[in-house]
């Protein structure tokens, strides 16, 4: 392990993971455009490993298993790539990690900012992406 | 609704003190499962940096609460999280635990440790503009009022040791707090009156948020006096302290005025057959040291009521 400005990053062949979860992470805003044009539905959650965004990221592992037809995966805030969410129009105004970004046919359908609940990503998941929470395994 | 399933020790919470008495109860061959509302790990995941848990060098909160979990698992503990509680039914020798889904879950003992949860001030525009100007965390969301003016509220060690970290990034910090002094140590509240950045409001409470999709203003009420005032902020930072999570145990085990339940040295609460543990419990020191000593008394003290 080595740290770098208060972040761990592990090692991982010639890549650098930022972020220790179950979730695909993306490493540039090309491999986001590709997730996006590739699926219909998408949710990101682009962050740290802070008090905010890991129970987010923990309850996306947990909708992954349930919804077979969303594309989960988190984004390092930290990244330079990640200025594709940073910088995008949906996230003017947003002041509180983790920026979290629906897509819906390529296109950003909701962004929310800060911690989020499972009721709440529920709601969101439900109204963009017309599915409904199952129950956990 | 499905049929009911029934286990040795359901325990509600999966914080340090949940995944505790997860991994003793099950090890102990106990049917055991583990009912978590929100994110596995608890306040433990806040912590970033862990360096005094004995027998494990430096670590931070998640990866601590990454390991518990996956011991408990692996001893055969069943671990359902971010899910939502209905109902308990508590007072029988089996009890009865309902989940909003309509999912019921049945067992011979229970461990409460529902940890607890930052306290948030409850007045208008607060959930409107989290995220738009409104933070509970400065270390994640500092960088943001990057030469901004913000409010610190609250009077405790995170409040004062936040506004201090905050004054990194911000040009002035207020720390408004509801009493003439704080309850935070001393080292603290010197360090805090010593930054030519921060200011101190006493003896008031803000009132409501405002603003037009980020956070403009707060009206600031001065208790003594009861006058109102409207002042321009870029952002509000949160650490009002902690509360137990027991307003649905309410009147079904003892609480104390604090609500935070009422044990003895093993961990028994005023029911027979629930026990509970961790940040929920009446005591003194709330460390994950601590709230691992609780599950673990806790556990042990259910396996040896199961045995009775």
Known sequence: MHKIQGNNYTLKKDKMKMLHTDLQEIESAAELEKMIAENENVMVCCG???PMCIPVYDLMEELQEEHTNIKFAVMAFDSPEAGIIRNDEAC?????????????????ARA?????????????LDEQFSTSTVENA | MSAEEMFDVIIVGGGAAGLTAGIYSSRARLSTLIL?????????????????????????????????????????????????????????????????????????SVILAPGGRPRSLQIPGEEQYKGSGISYCATCDGEFFTGKEVIVVGGGNSALEEAVALTTHAEKVTIVHQFDQFQAFQHAVEQAEKNPKIDFILESELRSFSGNGVLKEVSLEHLPSGQTTVRKIDGVFIFAGYI????????????????????????????????????CIQKKYRQVTTAVSDGTIASLSAAEYLRS
């Open chain 1, 48 to 50: 740290r490993m802070g």
């Open chain 1, 112 to 124: 929310t900012s800060s911690i989020q609940n499972m009721q709440q990503v529920s709601a969101i």
């Open chain 2, 244 to 279: 137990p999570n027991t307003a649905e145990l309410e009147g079904m085990v003892k609480l104390n005025e604090r609500k935070e339940i009422l044990v003895d040295e093993d961990m028994k609460t005023s029911l027979p057959g629930v026990f509970a543990a961790g940040d």
């Open chain 2, 36 to 108: 978590n509302e929100g994110a596995i790990g608890g306040q433990m995941v806040l912590t970033e940096e862990i360096a005094n848990y004995p027998g494990v060098e430096l670590t931070n909160g998640y990866l601590l609460a990454s390991t518990m979990k996956k011991q408990a698992k692996e001893f055969g503990c069943r671990i359902k999280s971010n899910l939502k509680i209905k109902s308990y039914d508590l007072a029988g020798d089996i009890k009865h635990i309902i989940l909003e889904d309509g999912r019921e879950f049945s067992s011979r």
């Open chain 1, 92 to 108: 003017r105004g947003f002041m509180g990690l983790p920026f979290t970004m629906y897509y819906k046919n390529g296109k950003v």
